[in-house]
């Protein structure tokens, strides 16, 4: 497939809403089985994150661990490719920006880039429902984030 150039904010802001949320919620439900602290997670731009469609907002850390930040990033654009088939970097510019700001070289980020499809294709239970949640009420808080991806997990048991 041609390389597509990077997408304006514009362009951005026309993707539909729950492809947006699915995107954040890869993001978001990796975050929380990595054993990170997520906040929330949220659409349309925010204040401190601009330009972009949706946010996930995570505590910083005094000493991250690049590899776990890492697939947090690129875990978005796995669920791109995992739920939409779109080609790399289409929609996660910005997120494989940071995660080679963390100092991977171009063949670790596509090694991380492959556990992140396996990881969203072991998750994609938790991270629809999350999207669901997410597209349905536009920005989630901690508990609501957890309670999803608890429902997903009952679910999945057939409790
Ligand atoms: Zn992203």
């Keep these: 497939m041609p390389a597509r150039k990077k997408q304006t904010a514009e362009e951005r802001r026309a ?3 729950l492809r947006v949320a699915r995107h954040e919620a890869a993001h978001a439900v990796c975050a929380v089985k990595m054993g990170l602290y997520v906040h929330s997670c949220g659409l349309g731009a ?3 994150m601009r330009g972009s469609a949706g946010w996930t907002k995570l505590r910083e850390q005094r000493c991250p661990d690049p590899l776990e930040w890492a697939h947090v990033f690129l875990a978005g654009d796995a669920a791109e490719r995992h739920f939409y ?4 970097r289409a929609f996660s510019g910005d997120d494989w920006s940071k995660a080679r700001a963390l100092g991977f070289r171009d063949r670790s980020l596509d090694s991380i880039a492959l556990s992140a499809d396996v990881f969203v294709a072991e998750h994609a239970a938790a991270i629809d429902r999350v999207a ?8 989630l808080s901690r508990p609501a984030l957890l309670k999803a991806i608890r429902a997903a997990s009952r679910g999945k048991k057939g409790e």
């Design 85 to 88: 088939r779109q080609s790399r």
């Design 132 to 139: 669901y949640a997410l597209a349905g009420e536009g920005q």
């Design 15 to 17: 993707v539909p809403r």
């Design 46 to 48: 925010h204040r401190m």
